[in-house]
């Protein structure tokens, strides 16, 4: 009471010297305190192993016996005997001397479970991948464009959308109410949108494009080389341009295929391949009103994912594939090996390699582009940056929400453990059923066979000729 004055006397002392910037202080020293505890303590365990590794007599081979035949590890082993004098001096010195307690050297087992301290970046090849993951951390801020938000809007036939989505809601609504234990639907309306979207952008506006027809006799072109792009082109984002040739003697015509990143010319476009097709159905799905993230894999493949409210997770959906909440299919179905998963939106990043790999030992691969504290440093900067000027309840909202999402990512691995030690017992069984392992186990299917097959992600299935 006696630090508040009355009204109009102007702010607090005490509360400004408690502001943000004290707590960001204070939690920065409270880290460093952490950091140099544990390592204090296993230098200490460190140290008091190697005191008893060294003031333990080493053992002395006495040579071999009648009853034990000399073998060639016994001769390798066998140790100079000293002379008596000295031997005699080494037993009465060894019996004077009492035991030694001290424990063991720490094992890796009292080590494994330390927390990961975020660690900026330091050498050139973590200073790169940095450099890369802020790059990408842009896509999804360009989704948030109002004039491009109503020209995406323009091009959405609406009233097909939510008459679709309006009649799954329904049919899903009727299917949780006949099991008669007060259960929700699956899928909330919102879902239904975006999976009506998913259908329209598959089927009817978005094009998957392996060889670009010949601008003059539309005969199917060979690519001939890559060529730089045009001030035009590189104005709506296409670092690169692909350049094919038409094979007819007669025609001998060139096409070529700019690579946009711009949404505005996807829209106009309305051709590409995996990476078109993910940027322009994301930020579709913004235009909806959908949460959205951009998904970025290593291994040359994007993707989207879209916030369930109903099921209060990040959903996966691949418009290439018109799959939905499948994020297996990659691991299963294409067989594919994958290290980095990356999932940026307006406001961060994730690391959701687990949620796509839950098989580590058979499906991924080595994450060498930096050490795992570092990409938790850069996952951390870039959530900074983008949660800078978020409103303090809006943020706390999505630290819970982080914190959700990472005991569900855990949740996965200790499911595919469960499933991995069942199907090892005597007739066991996986929890997925005959029906959804065969879903997951088909090939990707879209592009060319041979694009397909010159990627690895064929699979066990037999995909379709690109579309």
């Not at 409103?391 to 630290?399: A, S, T, Y």
């Amino acid at each position: 009471m006696a630090n508040q004055g009355p009204p109009g006397a102007g702010p607090d002392p005490v509360s400004e010297a408690f502001d943000e910037a004290w707590a960001k202080s204070l939690t920065t020293q409270f880290e460093q305190l952490l950091r140099t505890k544990r390592l204090n303590a296993l230098s200490h365990r460190s140290r008091a192993g190697s005191r008893s590794r060294t003031s333990s007599p080493a053992p002395v081979d006495a040579g071999p016996s009648s009853s034990h035949p000399t073998s060639s590890a016994n001769t390798i082993r066998r140790k100079p005997v000293p002379s008596s004098s000295s031997h005699a001096s080494h037993i009465s010195s060894s019996a004077a001397r009492p035991h030694s307690s001290t424990s063991a050297p720490p094992s890796y087992s009292s080590l494994r479970n330390l927390p990961k301290i975020a660690t900026a970046p330091q050498d050139p090849a973590s200073l790169k991948f940095r450099n890369l993951l802020i790059s990408l951390s842009l896509t999804p801020t360009k989704y948030e464009n109002p004039g491009l938000l109503d020209e995406a809007l323009s091009v959405i036939p609406l009233d097909r959308i939510y008459s679709e989505a309006e009649e799954e809601s329904q049919v899903l609504q009727a299917e949780a109410e006949s099991m008669g234990d007060g259960r929700k639907a699956e899928w909330g309306y919102q879902d239904c949108v975006i999976r009506a979207l998913l259908r329209w952008f598959k089927r009817s506006f978005f094009t998957w494009t392996n060889n670009p027809p010949c601008p003059q006799c539309f005969t199917p072109t060979v690519s001939a080389a890559m060529t730089p792009p045009t001030p035009d082109e590189a104005a709506r984002g296409a670092a690169r341009v692909e350049l094919y040739r038409c094979p007819a003697p007669e025609c001998g015509a060139f096409e070529r295929f700019p690579r946009y990143s711009d949404v505005w010319a996807l829209l106009q476009t309305r051709r590409g391949r995996c990476g078109e097709w993910a940027n322009c159905f994301s930020m579709l799905c913004r235009a909806m009103g959908g949460r959205v993230r951009w998904v970025w894999n290593s291994e040359d493949h994007v993707w989207t994912e879209v916030y369930s409210e109903q099921q209060k997770r990040w959903v996966h959906v691949d418009a290439c594939e018109e799959a939905w909440d499948k994020p297996t299919l990659y691991t299963e179905g294409w067989e594919k090996k994958m290290a980095y998963c990356i999932a940026f939106s307006i406001d961060g990043a994730t690391d959701v390699t687990r949620r796509y790999v839950r098989n580590a030992a058979k499906h991924s691969l080595d994450r060498t582009k930096a050490p795992e504290e570092v990409l938790l440093w850069i996952v951390d900067e870039i959530r900074r940056m983008r949660r800078e000027n978020v409103p303090k309840d809006e943020r706390r909202r999505l630290v819970m929400e982080d914190m959700r999402e990472e005991l569900e990512l855990r949740g996965y691995i200790a499911h595919a453990i469960a499933a991995e030690v069942t199907q090892m017992l005597p007739g066991g069984r996986g929890p997925a059923s005959a029906e959804a392992a065969e879903k997951l186990l088909a090939g990707r299917q879209s592009g060319s066979a041979e694009w397909i097959e010159a990627r690895g992600e064929g699979g066990t299935g037999s995909p379709r000729e690109g579309h």
